[in-house]
Nanobody, 121 residues
Framework: QLQLLESGGGSVQSGNSLRLSCAAS????????IAWFRQAPGKERQLVAG????????YYADSVKGRFTISKDGRKKLLYLQMNSLRPEDTAKYYC??????????????WGQGTQVTVSS
C-alpha cells in the first residue's frame, strides 16, 4: 500500500517561490496518476496539477498555468511542485494524492498529510 509524505511548505512573500516535494513509498507508481491538491479554509479542495507517472503526461489548473510546474524523479519516487510567482491566493494546505488508473473509480485513493503554504502580500 502506498504512503505519501509532503514537505517543503512554508511562509513566503508574494512573488517568491517554493518547491514542494512528495515522497512515495510502499508500492509501485506504475499505472498511477499522482497529483497535487490544495485546500484553503472555507474553500473547496482544488486540483492544482497532476502527472501520469509512467507517461509524464501533465495537467494544470488554469490558476497556476505558467507559474507552477509538476515533475517527478521516477527512480526515487519523488514528486515535485515548483511554485513561482506566488500570490496570496495560493495560500492553502497542499496535498499529494495518487490513484490507480486501472480502477473503475476516479477517486484518489492515497493521500499525504499535507504541507502548509502561506503567501503574504
Amino acid at each position: 500500500q502506498l504512503q505519501l509524505l509532503e514537505s517543503g511548505g512554508g511562509s513566503v512573500q508574494s512573488g517568491n517561490s517554493l518547491r514542494l516535494s512528495c515522497a512515495a513509498s510502499g508500492g509501485t507508481l506504475t499505472g498511477y496518476q499522482i497529483a497535487w491538491f490544495r485546500q484553503a479554509p472555507g474553500k473547496e479542495r482544488q486540483l492544482v496539477a497532476g502527472i501520469r507517472w509512467s507517461s509524464d503526461m501533465t495537467y494544470y489548473a488554469d490558476s497556476v498555468k505558467g507559474r507552477f510546474t509538476i515533475s517527478k524523479d521516477g527512480r526515487k519516487k519523488l514528486l515535485y511542485l515548483q511554485m513561482n510567482s506566488l500570490r496570496p491566493e495560493d495560500t492553502a494546505k497542499y496535498y499529494c494524492a495518487a490513484r490507480n488508473m486501472a480502477m473503475t473509480t476516479t477517486q484518489y485513493e492515497y493521500w499525504g498529510q499535507g504541507t502548509q503554504v502561506t503567501v503574504s502580500s
